[in-house]
């Protein structure tokens, strides 16, 4: 029995023996190439097996296997260059040492000078990344802004929920106070600063990465990031030959299609990548049916070790039903439709047609040169132009639209476009009584940014530029359709000149132009310089920019030709940002930054009354922010945690008096009337393996108006005081976005190339947004409507697996899973409560489901 124990107990030790001189351990660090920086999640497999890892925060992998023999070893990262290479296993420890990935790109890393990218543990700012991976698994069928609702600072929303109708705000400010960025070319509105993404349906298919740099921002020019800004960068040439196809489907009708194609670089240096997508759906939102394409073409050509040339164009035609109109809760609730209601549209002879329907196109071209001067020196440089074609359409004439349920031109709820007909064809030589027009709003962009780096030391780098752009919008109503009748009756433009078209009533039919027709010219003249310093601990800046604009209005409508166009006016502007990062040790780093902005006031400031009327009194919104922050890195968990402090002074708005017994209004620009937004936003990712990451966010927000300004003088034609205006605004809180917003996300892969994923999201604090000049007496001065919090679930799926000599992804994203009800946009009402306030609804659960094959 003894012997028999003891040859057992050999067996075993020799097996665990064997066991353990099978066992293979492959390790190494993953670095991309272009900026020396870890790669947190690569995939590293051992090909045709689901055997594999994922690196740590420092790029670290360790890969156990019990396998023998020659192997090939696949190092994988959306956006970058897979790596593979032969790997014996021979039962001990094999160190790969550095693995260096590259762009999967060409051009990318010269893009990024222009686009100003920030870099983390070096550049002094609140940033968040967001990489091709995440945009891939988790967008689906959402809006694009809503990508970044879990990053601190952000309430994005599908507004009305047109397809393209999303808005996004950051840290309290809207869009015209967020600096939109797409390759370092600026898209904010240079009428008005708007973003409207409707213009960019079809981005998400061309996206390489999105950073969104809460407060100053890392960008060099004079752009209106006082909330922050977003920079986009697009696909570029891919090296490598090849492509893909993509299909998708999901609820109410979701249907899309795309493809990617390149040719990689070819021996003489040329590369060309064409991508192109098709979608369509019902909308969730009942009455927002939608059509988008896009299309991209990139085409590049390395004529030399120092010069480079890209030539880029991508655009996204869509038309989408809208709605336009927020509505009371009771009428949400009368019209059985619940959340999807949609107040602005119905049928016409048997068909969807709608009041508000928005129709856009807006390409966009780029050529980049750039020159690699010597060592020390280099010069980046991109001519850029975009041209917008469209409008969104409405009512004129008599009002039969209005949303009330005892509307007699609604049936169901729904506008009765068939009565209107008859009612209208009925009338004869009388004309239409209501009609359908288009608010037409083209416009020309041109445009050139250059950036020289000079490295002046190794420590001292001189960064300078220049900033040219020119706009022309043009922007008129016309008729869209009779709704029956023969003609229509524009009336006449109350003050227009006579001998002016607008100033006669005049018979119109479709195509015609009514109500008004202006143009908007906008020069811009930009200059900016940046002093860098750089070390392994210690990087700063310095930011200088500074800004001319010149406005000019003519109006084809209200004045006869000789006095149809202003005089240019000219405003000045300017910001002066600097901080400085300190990383304590590898781990541990610190940061502060501090600005001050004066931005030049919008064309319709300038121009506030809808005619030549030059606001002479209009000045600068100005903006001073300060900023400190925190960083954490080490193998298992990663955080940040940052406060901020921004003061946004004399942001424009004007009120108006009507002295007793006068027919005429005057109004006054109302200056100081301030607000201060501060905050603390804390992200987090945790990784306590190879499987599981976890992700995290807390932004908690102070933001309100500052002072009361009281006493405001109105003067009439004749320099005379006629009234005062007060606005009471001291201690309100900021409305229409929320104030306090968290997320927690958790995705873990449960074989190799299968990946689950869940994340939460709150809001709370959110104040319906308001007009603060109505808060015109002591007894007005209360905080609007607190919309009640609310919760959201998203979860998503993705599957990584060979198709026999292709790679494909299959990816399912479900949003708000529990189906919760909640307002997500709302206007204050008389009594501030639920019961007065106008409102959105946000969608309830969606989903989309698409399978992608690479070749």
Not at 66 to 92: A, C, H, R, W
Not at 417 to 431: P, S, T, Y
Not at 483 to 508: K, W
Request: hydrophobic share 35%; proline share 3%.
């Amino acid at each position: 029995m003894k012997k028999t124990i003891l040859l057992l107990l050999s067996v075993l030790l020799s097996i665990t023996t064997f066991a353990q001189e099978a066992t293979t351990i492959i390790k190494g660090i993953v670095i991309e190439k272009e900026v020396n920086q870890p790669v947190i999640g690569a995939s590293i497999v051992i090909k045709g097996t689901t055997v594999g890892t994922t690196t740590d925060f420092d790029g670290n992998f360790s890969l156990k296997t019990s396998k023998t023999g020659t192997v090939t070893l696949d190092i994988s990262f959306v956006g970058l260059q897979t790596i593979e290479m032969e790997v014996d296993l021979n039962g001990s420890t094999i160190d790969l040492g550095d693995q260096l990935m590259e762009s999967d790109a060409i051009g990318l890393a010269e893009v990024e000078i222009i686009a100003s990218v920030a870099v983390d543990r070096k550049t002094p700012v609140a940033v968040s990344t967001l990489k091709p991976e995440v945009l891939e698994e988790k967008l689906g069928s959402q809006e694009f802004p809503e990508i970044l609702k879990s990053t601190p600072g952000v309430y994005a929303t599908k507004s009305g929920g047109g397809y393209g109708d999303s808005r996004i705000n950051l840290r309290g400010f809207s869009s015209e106070n967020i600096a939109v960025m797409i390759n370092g070319v600026p898209v904010n509105d240079m009428e008005n600063g708007s973003v409207y993404w409707s213009n960019w349906a079809g981005l998400s298919d061309v996206t390489r990465s999105m950073q969104v740099q809460r407060g100053l921002g890392a960008s060099k020019v004079a752009v209106p990031s006082v909330g922050g800004t977003i920079n986009i960068l697009t696909k570029t040439t891919d090296v490598k030959k090849g492509g893909n196809v993509m299909y998708a489907i999901g609820n109410n009708g979701y249907n899309k299609l795309s493809f990617t194609a390149s040719t990689g670089q070819t021996e003489n240096g040329w590369a060309v990548t064409l991508s192109g997508s098709k979608t369509e759906g019902n909308g969730f939102v009942d009455g927002t049916s939608f059509i988008g394409y896009s299309y991209f073409a990139n085409i590049s050509k390395q004529i030399n070790a120092s010069h480079q040339l890209s030539f880029t164009a991508f655009g996204a035609p869509q038309w989408h039903g809208q709605r336009r109109n927020k509505m009371n809760l009771a009428e949400y609730k009368a019209s059985g439709r619940g959340l999807k209601y949609n107040g602005d549209w119905g049928y016409k002879n048997g068909q969807e047609y709608h009041v508000s329907r928005n129709y856009y196109h807006k390409p966009q071209i780029s050529l980049n040169w750039f020159w690699n001067i010597n060592d020390k020196m280099d010069l980046a440089t991109v001519i850029y132009s975009s041209f917008g074609q469209g409008g969104g359409s409405g009512s004129a004439g008599v009002d039969k639209f209005s949303p009330s349920f005892s509307n007699p031109y609604r049936k169901d709820g729904l506008i009765d476009f068939d009565r209107i007909v008859d009612e209208n064809d009925a009338r004869g030589r009388q004309g239409s009584e209501t009609i359908l027009r288009n608010s037409v709003n083209n416009h020309s962009w041109y445009g050139g940014l250059s950036t020289l780096t000079n490295q002046l030391s190794d420590k001292l780098t001189l960064t300078t530029g220049l900033d040219i752009r020119y706009y022309e919008g043009n922007h008129y109503r016309e008729v869209k359709d009779l709704l029956g009748g023969q003609f229509y009756f524009d009336p006449s433009v109350g003050g227009a000149e006579p001998g002016a078209v607008g100033a006669e009533r005049r018979a119109v039919k479709v195509g015609d132009k009514i109500q008004y027709n202006n143009d908007g010219n906008v020069w811009w003249q930009g200059v900016n310089a940046q002093l860098e310093y750089s070390d392994d601990k210690l990087s700063g800046f310095v930011s200088l920019a500074a800004s001319n604009q010149s406005f000019r209005r003519i109006d084809y409508f209200q004045y006869r030709p000789e006095n149809q166009a202003t005089d240019w006016q000219n405003y000045f502007g300017y910001n002066v940002k600097g901080g400085a990062n300190y990383n304590i040790d590898s781990r541990h780093n610190v940061f502060a930054n501090a600005g001050y902005f004066s931005r030049q006031p919008f064309f319709n400031s300038v121009w506030p009354t809808f005619n030549n009327n030059t606001n002479e009194g209009v000045v600068n919104e100005k903006a001073l922010s300060f900023e400190v922050g925190y960083g954490y890195r080490s193998k298992i968990i990663s955080g940040n945690v940052n406060l901020y402090h921004t003061t946004w002074k004399d942001k424009f708005y004007r009120a108006s008096v009507r002295p007793d017994g006068s027919s005429v209004s005057y109004s006054a620009n109302i200056p100081g009337i301030d607000a201060v937004h501060s905050g603390i936003e804390l992200d987090f990712v945790i990784r306590p393996n190879d499987k599981l990451n976890i992700t995290g966010m807390l932004s908690i927000g102070d933001w309100k108006w500052d002072k009361n300004v009281l006493d405001v003088p109105v003067l009439d034609d004749t320099q005379q005081v006629i009234g005062t205006v007060d606005v009471y605004a001291e201690g309100i809180r900021v409305g229409d976005a929320a104030q306090t917003t968290a997320a927690l996300g958790i995705n873990y892969m449960i074989i190799g190339g299968l990946k689950i994923g869940a994340d939460w999201n709150l809001y709370d604090r959110l104040y319906a947004d308001f007009n603060v000049t109505q808060l015109n007496s002591p007894e007005s001065s209360v905080d609007a409507w607190q919309v009640p919090t609310y919760n959201l679930f998203d979860l998503n799926c993705s599957y990584r697996f060979p198709m026999g000599p292709f790679n494909a992804t299959f990816i399912t994203k479900v949003n708000n899973v529990f189906n919760v009800e909640y307002v997500s946009d709302a206007f204050d009402g008389a009594t501030h409560d639920f019961q007065s306030a106008q409102v959105f609804y946000g969608a309830g659960t969606t989903w989309s489901t698409s399978l992608k094959v690479q070749f």
